[in-house]
């Protein structure tokens, strides 16, 4: 069985830095057939996808959220680590990791439940 468990802080001041783990069991995040991904859901629901880390550690950010935007793993704990620099109420959203099968695009078969970050002075 797949699971993806989000974890991070819940509730942030702007300008703060977030970091978000994923820990995953039942898949290993550095076989070739999956990549996993960072997507957030905004309150009125719209999706954004932030950004991807392949088995072999190279990353693609959104353009939008390059500049604050950094994803990494821990190979030795099986997690995927999201960081955002410089957080504003904007960034109020629940955040998901999920596990793409590289062979179809877009495709992701397995969720976390996703975390909760809001931005709030």
Not at 15 to 29: A, M, N, P, R
């Amino acid at each position: 069985q797949v699971l993806l468990q989000e974890s991070g802080p819940g509730l942030m001041k702007p300008s703060q830095t977030l970091t978000l783990t994923c820990t995953v069991s039942g898949s290993s995040i550095t076989t070739s057939d999956h990549a996993w991904t960072w997507i957030r859901q905004f309150p009125g629901k719209e999706l954004e996808w932030i950004g991807v880390i392949r088995y072999n550690e190279i990353t693609y950010v959104s353009p939008s959220l390059n500049s604050r935007t950094s994803i990494s793993r821990d190979t030795s704990k099986n997690q995927v680590s999201l960081q955002l620099t410089s957080v504003t109420p904007d960034d109020t959203a629940v955040y998901y990791c999920a596990r793409q099968n590289v062979a179809v695009p877009m495709h992701y078969d397995y969720w976390g439940q996703g975390t909760q970050v809001t931005v709030s002075s």
